[in-house]
């Protein structure tokens, strides 16, 4: 049916249809002078006097959040889309910076993270799958990947002689700023299970991409040991959540 | 060596999904991805369970020109797609930032000029953009479209008008947009009234060769009443 088409203007038609009559992309409004702007902060306005008094206003209309949705987006950009792929990267962008930056501490580093990300974004899109779990850490995994390619290439000693290195995850109440959603109560809970050694391994790990080596430097302690936590880690944690 | 026992193999897809494998132990398992299904199963376990735990990390700004590297090095691939290359050339195309203060000045003006029965207007602007580009209203059964920026095909294409009406499946062409900016149509195609999507894109010299936009759409609107 849509054989032909522009994989952009699929999305955007997509976009603009089930935005409804009711929701289109622009609308005009009459405001009342004193107003100025739209009475929304959201709303990008600009309202002028006109002849009798009445004012008008642009007022962008906010897409419906499920048509801005990582997983929509995926699919679009998997069809070619490179509209779709800008409006992730607006969306996402900040949060996955902020992921890759965590791990390799350099900004002119976490930028070539973020940039070849999207790029790998672009060409594996169609390998999402949401059978497999959401479009948000999917996207997470690659960036993580891609920082720990970078920060193990530049080597750890590089980095060592920042001070902050590290320091935040060994606390035990950093677990409380994880988000309340569901999933992240249970795995809130389920870490707090952990003795601290385990739990310390794996959030060095996964939050700041540290190495078996990288840990056992940061916790003073003989690689073996810290194998063993990352694993009996591993099985606790697994057991904890299935249950 | 991927473990078969299922104990075994979740550890290795956690220790895998957490980073703290040698480099040659995660190439192993990403080789190993591909064919083994239970494999992949546990590493999307352990990447939805420790999700949370990447919150941890904050949010950060990009710099200001890390989505134009980005747009740079997509243009003119098409990833797996198959789109073909050629059809991508118009994504590191600047465009122009047209004064929204213009584009507002000319919708007051139709505004101001509005007849006794209120014609649609569409005001046409860059996906995700603020100014406004074109702008088209209706009168008579017809549509005149003008450009109220400076808005330039890339060489050697041109800019095509389609309309997609509330509840249609394809988009109906209206016309190739001529250099001057400015397209009249005498009679639009039945069906077109308020909710229609109007959009343009880029399409080869004499428009879309399909009768469907085959180039990218950088423009849209929709078509409300006054």
């Not at chain 2, 703290?20 to 990403?30: K, S, T, Y």
């Amino acid at each position: 049916m849509q054989a032909g088409m522009h994989p952009d203007a699929i999305f955007l038609r997509r976009r603009f249809m089930n935005a409804a009559n009711t929701m289109p992309a622009w609308t005009a409004l009459p405001l009342p002078i004193s107003a100025g702007i739209c009475p929304d902060g959201q709303a990008r306005a600009f309202a002028r006097p006109l002849g009798s008094g009445a004012v008008f206003a642009f007022h962008r209309m906010d897409q419906p959040a499920s048509l801005s949705s990582a997983e929509v987006l995926l699919e679009a950009i998997g069809r070619g889309s490179q509209l779709a792929l800008k409006r992730l990267y607006e969306i996402e962008s900040r949060r996955l910076y902020g992921i890759a930056l965590r791990i390799v501490r350099r900004p002119e580093i976490a930028a070539d993270v973020l940039q070849d990300s999207f790029v790998q974004i672009w060409q594996n899109a169609r390998r999402f799958t949401s059978e497999r779990g959401a479009a948000a850490a999917w996207l997470t995994g690659i960036v993580r990947f891609r920082a720990i390619d970078a920060v193990r290439k530049l080597r750890r000693e590089v980095l060592s002689g920042d001070p902050g290195l590290g320091d935040a995850p060994i606390e035990p109440d950093v677990i409380e700023r994880i988000d309340a959603d569901a999933q992240a109560t249970a795995l809130r809970h389920c870490l707090q299970s952990l003795d601290d050694n385990q739990r310390r391994c794996i959030l060095l790990a996964f939050v700041d991409g540290y190495s078996h080596a990288d840990i056992a430097q940061r916790l003073a302690a003989p690689i073996g040991s810290v194998k063993s936590w990352v694993r009996r880690g591993l099985i606790a944690l697994k057991g904890c959540l299935q249950s | 060596m991927i473990p078969s026992d299922h104990e075994e193999l979740s550890v290795l897809a956690g220790e895998y999904v957490l980073g703290v494998l040698d480099p040659p132990q995660m190439r192993e398992i990403e080789a190993a991805l591909g064919e083994n299904a239970v494999l992949r199963d546990a590493v999307a376990f352990w990447e939805q369970k420790l999700h949370p735990l990447s919150a941890l990390a904050g949010h950060a700004e990009p710099s200001p020109g890390a989505w134009d590297a980005i747009a740079a090095r997509i243009a003119g691939t098409s990833g797996q797609h198959a789109a073909t290359g050629a059809r991508r050339n118009a994504a590191p195309w600047r465009w122009a930032m047209a004064g929204f203060a213009t584009a507002a000045a000319a919708f007051l003006l139709y505004v101001a000029l509005t007849p006794a029965v209120p014609p649609l207007v569409a005001v046409l602007h860059a996906p995700e953009q603020q100014a406004a580009s074109w702008i088209a209203t209706t009168s008579g059964g017809g549509l005149h479209l003008s450009a109220v920026a400076n808005e330039m095909p890339p060489p050697g294409h041109t800019f095509e008008l389609w309309a997609i009406a509330a509840h249609a499946k394809r988009p109906e062409r209206l016309g190739v947009i001529p250099s001057n900016g400015t397209l009249r149509i005498a009679a639009l195609p039945r069906g077109l009234g308020e909710g229609a999507t109007l959009a343009i894109s880029i399409e080869p010299p004499g428009g879309s060769p399909t009768g469907q936009p085959t180039g990218p759409v950088v423009f849209v609107g929709a078509l409300r009443a006054i």
